[in-house]
């Protein structure tokens, strides 16, 4: 009698285990697949997140650019980004995407302007730059939308905007932006 209570203990817990390694799996996956929309979003749409670098352009001069590796986030933005995300999409209980998302790699050159990785030799050598962040990145549930926030700075002068997007066919396409605030 004793061997078949462990029996039905030890198949109790082992539904609750297969459930929690499915759920992780799944879990895993979404994480996964958010990431890869996250990292087509910015590599297919550099162009448009990096627009109006001519707002730090001294006469006809144009600073090269330097791109931070990761998507980051601030918090004080935070609040502020969502509540704008899920008005332009009439959507509720969407949060930051906080996974780690690295920039691999970026054209040499966007525009009239020279684009480097943060990480790149030449580009610590190089003092009068563009820096621009992306941060505070959202993709909604269904992962139909997203926005990022992008931050683009040099010396004390910066730029906060949110861009929008919306997928349609498998690819993302730009629905707008809005500035935050400049510095």
């Known amino acids: 009698m004793k061997i078949y209570l462990k029996q039905i203990c030890m198949d109790g ?9 499915l759920f992780s799996f799944i879990s895993c996956e979404n994480k996964e697949k958010k990431t890869q929309l996250a990292y087509e979003l910015i590599s297919n749409n550099l162009n448009i997140l990096l627009d109006d670098l001519d707002y730090f ?5 144009h600073f090269p650019v ?5 998507i ?20 509720k209980n969407e949060k930051i995407f906080n996974e780690t998302i690295k920039i691999e790699k970026t054209p040499k050159t966007v525009g009239n302007y020279q684009l480097y990785l943060d990480t ?11 820096k621009i962040s992306f941060v505070n ?8 939308y997203a926005c990022i926030e992008v931050v683009k700075s040099l010396g004390s ?3 906060f905007e949110i861009y929008y997007f919306k997928q349609v066919n498998g690819k993302w396409i730009f629905e707008g932006k809005e500035l935050l605030s400049l510095g």
């Open 13 to 21: 817990n082992s539904k609750y285990l297969i459930f929690f390694l």
């Open 57 to 61: 352009a001294i006469s006809d001069s």
């Open 66 to 70: 330097g791109v931070y590796q990761y």
């Open 72 to 91: 980051g986030e601030i918090e004080s933005d935070q609040n502020i980004v969502i509540k704008k995300f899920q008005n332009k999409f009439d959507l």
């Open 120 to 130: 790149d030799d030449d580009f610590q050598k190089i003092n009068n730059t563009i």
């Open 137 to 144: 990145l959202i993709i909604s549930k269904n992962n139909r």
């Open 157 to 159: 002068a910066a730029k």
